[in-house]
């Protein structure tokens, strides 16, 4: 769902910096450029005594501009927007459409900081910041770019909350087996970063997110049931067939089953195979004993019947031989 993630949308996930925060940042940044400043004062002060009066003024606003103005301007292009006090309070500076910023807005922040924080002892940099709705000062506006922060509260970001009780086991009839991975992805994401999003951006992506699901399981989405509230409650359902699927706790419906009926369905009837047909077991022939005829298996009746001639008077049974009178 590459098309959601839009110009709009990340620069909704920009948090802007409050005062308190931004002040703090800048008395760190101050107290560091002077301490420099300071050492390198001093340092200048005993490696030029030999100079004159004037020389060595030259020298001190130089110093004065190159520390407390060019160092700041060169460590924020360098280090993309984060000075050593903003480092520590988890702040940056920013372009006003999210991107990192460059030169020529280090320079602009800086030039205008002179005078709006040290000529003005910050009094014009806190007033603007107050007033604006995003905390910005001057040089924000003038540069537009924006401090914000890089380090946010920790939340439930991977909770998906769940749906409505009323729409509990509503779209338990859906066909869920056309909805690809990617737009299940987008929907938790959604779901479980809506609370940082902006009310109306929100509800956009809610209704384009519920537009394409609907699309894939080929069911409108009910006009009484707010987009944010059917995504929740087609995701629980999906997490609660899947749970079936799983540990068999109950029977899936009819688009919730994967495979044939009676087949890897934890509630379908186990089926006892039908029983083979008893084999007797072999057993070895008997022989007659020489001398002796053998003793036929047949029962009477199939034994007379099927006897060949019959018998003669005066005849041995089993030999053919009559006597002679």
Known sequence: MS??????????ELRPARLPSR???????????????????????????????????????????LVLVGVPIAVETLSHGRSLGKLACGLRVVRDDGGPIRFRHALVRGLIGVIEILMTFGIVACTASFVSARGRRLGDVFAGTLVVRERIPVTRTGFVPPPPPWLAGRFSGLDLSAVPDGLWLAVRQYLTRM?????????????RLASDLAERTGTPVPQDVPPAAYLAAVVQERQARESRRAFGGGSATSSDRATPSGEGSPSAPATAPAPSPAVPPAVPPVVPPVGRPEASSRPPEQER???????????????????PA
């Not at 703090?24 to 300071?38: E, G, I, K, R, S």
């Not at 940082?196 to 209704?207: E, F, N, R």
């Not at 019947?305 to 006597?323: D, H, I, K, L, N």
């Open 3 to 12: 098309e959601l993630v839009t110009g709009e949308a990340v620069a909704l």
């Open 23 to 65: 002040a703090l940042a800048v008395l760190l940044d101050l107290v560091a450029a002077m301490a420099v400043y300071v050492a390198v004062t001093i340092a200048l002060v005993v490696s030029t005594a030999s100079l004159d009066e004037a020389a060595q003024t030259a020298l001190s606003i130089a110093t004065f501009v």
């Open 195 to 207: 609370q940082q999003l902006d009310p109306q951006v929100g509800w956009s992506m809610a209704v």
């Open 305 to 323: 019947s099927a006897e060949s001639p019959q018998v003669s008077a005066g005849e041995r049974p089993g030999t053919g031989f009559v006597p």
